[in-house]
């Protein structure tokens, strides 16, 4: 069984949208959802539904998670709990997918989805399933999707009213490729953020 090519973007493309939503979560104090941890880039939805992409040697990545209520795809342990079909998530794929996978079953999550990047490619296993991708929403997937991510994650708790985000600001925040400064965060966040958490934890997206 053949794999299937995938059209998303290529890791490095991800990195800027990742880093800058990651950043604006930070300064809120709420880091925890976007984040870089090494070489691995998580994202979740804080309602149980997630994606963490891994960055491997030589152009490498796998990117792989699950929606907790869209992902009609099994592999595993969840197919065992949930008493599902199994889908192999792993069919036809190269070695170096498995050790991302194996992370994250010894951390007892389930997995809905595994993609893999060899460089050029983006590719999964053949299955005609919905596997969830879609659902989970990850912003980095576009400059769009991360400057809406970006205006939500930057609306002030105490606010009466949405509060404006210039565009502007947003897609220089981007442009930095993870490169941030706290100036950069600063005219993103309401005053009183933290505008330095914030640029470190965009710095960790080039570490690793």
């Known amino acids: 069984m053949g794999l299937v090519p995938m059209d998303l973007p290529d890791p490095t493309a991800l990195r800027g949208r990742w880093a800058a939503l990651a950043a604006v979560r930070a300064a809120s104090g709420h880091g925890e959802r976007c984040r870089a941890l090494g070489p691995v880039w998580h994202y979740d939805d804080g309602h149980g539904s997630w994606a963490d992409l891994h960055r491997l ?3 490498r990545a796998v990117l792989l998670g ?6 009609e795809t099994y592999y595993a342990e969840a197919a065992d709990f949930f008493e599902e079909k199994e889908t192999d998530l792993l069919a036809g794929a190269p070695g170096w997918w498995e050790p991302p996978v194996r992370r994250v079953r010894d951390a007892e ?8 990047f060899d460089g050029s490619t983006w590719q999964r296993a053949e299955y005609g399933l919905d596997d969830g991708f879609t ?6 997937l576009s400059d769009g999707r991360t400057r809406e991510a970006v205006r939500a ?3 002030h708790p105490a606010a009466t009213g949405p509060r404006e985000t210039s565009e502007d600001g947003i897609d220089a925040l981007i442009a930095a490729d993870a490169a941030v400064d706290p100036a950069l965060v600063a005219a993103v966040v309401p005053a009183g953020w933290d505008a330095r ?3 470190e934890a965009a710095r960790v997206f080039l570490e690793g």
Do not use: H, I, K, M
């Open 57 to 59: 040697d030589e152009g």
């Open 66 to 71: 699950q929606d907790r209520n869209d992902s």
């Open 109 to 116: 999550l389930f997995l809905g989805f595994v993609y893999g």
């Open 135 to 140: 659902s989970v929403g990850l912003p980095a």
């Open 153 to 155: 994650a930057a609306r």
């Open 197 to 199: 958490e914030g640029a």
